[in-house]
């Protein structure tokens, strides 16, 4: 009895899954710790928003671990809005 078709349906997958599910990690060089925070800059305002861990893709975003969060500041001028979700 033959097996026919089927062998792979499309919830087989498992790269996407494990892509979606992929550990977050500080952008700071040398950093690996687990991101905790997306820093996103905004350069036409001067203006960085810390806040909750975003969409991964955003050129603009860069994830931070809780310690770079902490210490992590702004060039001369700039403004930091920081979400009050976060607690540190
Ligand atoms: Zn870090």
């Known amino acids: 009895m033959p097996r026919s078709g089927a062998a792979s349906g499309p919830m087989s997958g498992t790269g996407a899954k494990v892509d979606a599910m ?3 990690v500080c952008s700071k060089v040398g950093c690996a710790r687990e991101a905790v925070s997306t820093l996103t ?9 810390l806040g ?35 607690r540190v």
């Open 41 to 49: 800059y905004d350069y036409a305002d001067q203006m960085a928003a």
């Open 52 to 86: 909750p861990l975003g969409a991964v893709g955003d050129p603009h975003a860069h994830d931070l671990c809780a310690i770079h969060t902490d210490r992590m500041s702004v060039p001369r001028g700039w403004v930091v809005v920081r979400h009050e979700t976060l």
């Open 22 to 24: 992929r550990e977050r």
